[in-house]
């Protein structure tokens, strides 16, 4: 069951802000909301997570509704190398056994 | 810093034989998990180990079994090997399973298996 919903993909152009949606409306009190990336032909590569609160580090920052039903992550300046594919999860496990959906292919353009 | 490894990175098997991967965490880590990406689809849960023991097991069948060692290492068997079986079998690992506290996984670049 996917507790996910994300665009198949979605494009952006290089050094522009690429703004990844998720929804994530089942999401239950302790369930943390996480996002990886894939990039072709290497594992998945964590980004961010958070529970309640917007969250930044120095690759994005995840944007959490007060309803917590749906999240935002942003890459504030997308470069050819965030091209990959993105992927929202929601865990409760301490984020060891993750649920993978389909993701977001993000294409980065010049 | 050495990340997590995986060995072999590529494995040609035939139907019916089995296969053992192996899978050496990032150094203070304890907890090892283990995922299958099916081409085109998103890694899918197999297994998580923490302190030599299981604490957690996705919806795969008893031919796929897996230990983890003393120093932390892993490894992950699969009997009688099908066709369907042919997936990138990641393993990633983290520090903890603290409860209700999230933390991150880091993955290794997987082991690449065909079954012929």
């Known amino acids: 069951d996917a507790k996910t919903t994300q665009p198949p993909s979605m494009d952006c152009a290089e050094g522009r802000a690429a703004n990844l949606p998720c929804n994530h409306s089942t999401i239950s009190g302790n369930e943390y909301v996480y996002w990886y990336r894939q990039i072709h032909s290497q594992g998945p590569q964590y980004i961010i997570h958070g529970l309640k609160n917007n969250e930044t580090n120095e690759m994005a920052s995840l944007i959490i509704t007060e309803d917590r039903k749906s999240s935002t992550l942003i890459l504030p300046h997308a470069t050819l190398r965030d091209t990959a594919v993105y992927y929202c999860i929601v865990d409760n496990n301490a984020g060891n056994m993750l649920t993978f959906g389909g993701g977001t292919r993000l294409m980065v353009k010049p | 810093d050495a990340g997590v490894t995986q060995s072999p990175t590529h494995l040609i098997k035939t139907r019916g034989q089995h296969v053992t991967l192996r899978c050496s965490p990032i150094?203070?880590?304890?907890?090892v998990s283990w995922y299958q990406q099916v081409l085109g689809q998103g890694p899918q849960f197999i297994f998580q180990y923490y302190e030599k023991e299981e604490r957690g097991r996705g919806n795969f069948p008893d031919r796929f079994s897996a230990r983890q060692f003393p120093n932390y290492s892993s490894e992950l068997n699969v009997n009688a090997l099908l066709l369907g079986d042919s997936a990138l079998y990641l393993c990633?690992?983290?520090?903890?399973?603290?409860?209700?506290?999230?933390?991150?996984?880091?993955f290794g670049p997987g082991t690449r298996l065909t079954v012929l």
């Open positions: 150094s203070g880590h304890k907890s």
């Open positions: 990633a690992s983290s520090l903890d399973v603290a409860a209700l506290k999230g933390n991150e996984q880091f």
